[in-house]
């Protein structure tokens, strides 16, 4: 099959999957090194970016079945202000049926394209950070793409802390029925060493995968990612990561998160408005259900990789920190089948209890109000309790206002 610039391309077997490479190349692997890090011992391994060989930056591009975004995410990459010789690209296609090939091949040789049965994301990451040769490696789904100047301002800030591990920022958010991107709330961003400090522990957001770059140092001691991950398999690194090294939080959108029909993570967002959950768009119940189980295996994920590298699970910062998993999913069980009041009530003060130390006190109060209310009203009409009180709140203030 014939590439762009008269180049010959081939697919090669190498293991399970297949790739599309130029003749005469031939596929390498990085080897994964152990044992896991004391942070003291991570401290005396720095590498800056100018010690990492020709290719500095690998940006890895994972997708399923995006042909139709697939080239704005090629392109928003092959526009950034950074030295193209110094940059690699691949494409990790795992199992696609749509023309992603035909649409990413004529790219030639300034993309590298791997073709692989489907096996979900984590196996795409795994295998695509196998084959990264940049010392950085910057995550992109094959949906979403990046703003100008974002590989630019990651690679400053990896250069000027050289013992961050991991580089995130803030992000847009496109619906498909509006035409310009929207700044995202409602996540916050925290940088350091997190474990050193319980709040920011307990108060680390995770973030999408196309906000995401580690240092591939770093990177390879969290790996394998566990295949179970079929979706949000970047959660699995981004929680593990804090325990290895500093992380730095970038407060500025540089990258465009896409809300769209085909999404396999969001469940709501992307539910046609006026429509109901389950009735509306019934394809958003196998996502929700699809989300329970994914946020239980991340759970168990990083609960493995944390006793495997000989952290104490029982610590109480440390079950908090996996609680929030456990939360989660029950979010996404109640929603599916509607719990009783006292179940109902035993997991809202699990809440308070667990996330105190993000809370202020007025805060706890409302919380702690709100789980007894739950007795009277229910999980169905629970609700009604905001309305209720914001009523009251309009209310006083209404008095107030007149005296």
């Known amino acids: 099959m014939n590439g762009a610039r008269g180049t010959t391309w081939s697919r090669v077997k190498n293991g399970a999957a297949h790739t599309w490479r130029r003749h005469g190349e031939r596929c390498g692997s990085v080897p994964i090194r ?17 010690q990492a060989g020709p290719i500095r930056i690998t940006v890895l591009i994972d997708t399923y079945n995006y042909g139709h975004f697939i080239e704005e995410s090629i392109d928003s990459v092959l526009a950034q202000e950074f030295p193209q010789d110094q940059m690699e690209i691949v494409v990790v296609d795992d199992g696609s049926v749509d023309d992603t090939a035909d649409r990413v091949r004529k790219y030639g040789d300034r993309v590298q394209y791997f073709y692989k049965p489907n096996g979900g994301q984590a196996s ?17 789904d094959g949906d979403d793409y990046w703003l100008p100047g974002k590989l630019r301002r990651v690679s400053a800030e990896f250069e ?34 997190l474990p050193d400090n319980r709040k920011s522990l307990l108060g680390y957001d995770l973030y999408p995968t196309a906000t995401l770059a580690f240092r591939r140092s770093v990177l390879q001691r969290l790996l394998p990612v ?4 079929i979706v949000q398999a970047d959660a699995h690194l981004t929680a593990c990561v804090i325990f290895v090294a500093p992380i730095a939080y970038i407060d500025q959108p ?10 396999m993570w969001n469940c709501v967002a992307n539910t046609p408005q006026g429509c109901d959950i389950f009735e509306g768009d019934p394809a958003a119940k196998a996502r929700l259900q699809r989300r329970v189980i994914t946020t239980r295996a991340i759970r168990e994920g990083v609960r493995e990789w944390l006793e495997r590298n000989g952290f104490d699970v029982n610590r109480s910062d440390l079950r908090a920190f996996l609680m929030q998993w456990t ?21 809202l003060l699990e809440q308070s209890w667990y996330f105190r130390s993000r809370m202020t006190w007025r805060h706890l109060v409302v919380h702690h109000a709100s789980a007894f209310g739950s007795l009277f009203v229910g999980y169905r009409d629970f609700h009604r309790l905001d309305e209720w009180r914001l009523a009251v709140k309009r209310s006083v203030q209404s008095l107030l206002g007149r005296s």
Not at 165 to 177: I, N, T
């Open 124 to 140: 795409a990451l795994n295998f695509g950070i196998a084959r990264a040769r940049g010392e950085i490696i910057a995550f992109l």
């Open 34 to 50: 152990t044992p896991f890090p004391s942070q003291r011992e991570f401290s005396h391994r720095r590498t800056h970016l100018n």
């Open 226 to 229: 566990p295949e179970s991950l």
């Open 327 to 347: 939360l989660s999913s029950r979010v996404g069980e109640f929603a599916l089948s509607p719990p009783g009041r006292l179940r109902f009530f035993h997991h």
């Open 254 to 263: 540089l990258t465009v998160y896409r809300v769209h029909a085909d999404n």
């Open 160 to 193: 000027k802390q050289p013992e961050t591990g991991m580089v995130y920022h803030s992000f847009c958010c496109k619906h498909a029925s509006s035409s310009e991107p929207l700044p995202f709330v409602g996540l916050g961003g925290v940088s350091g060493f």
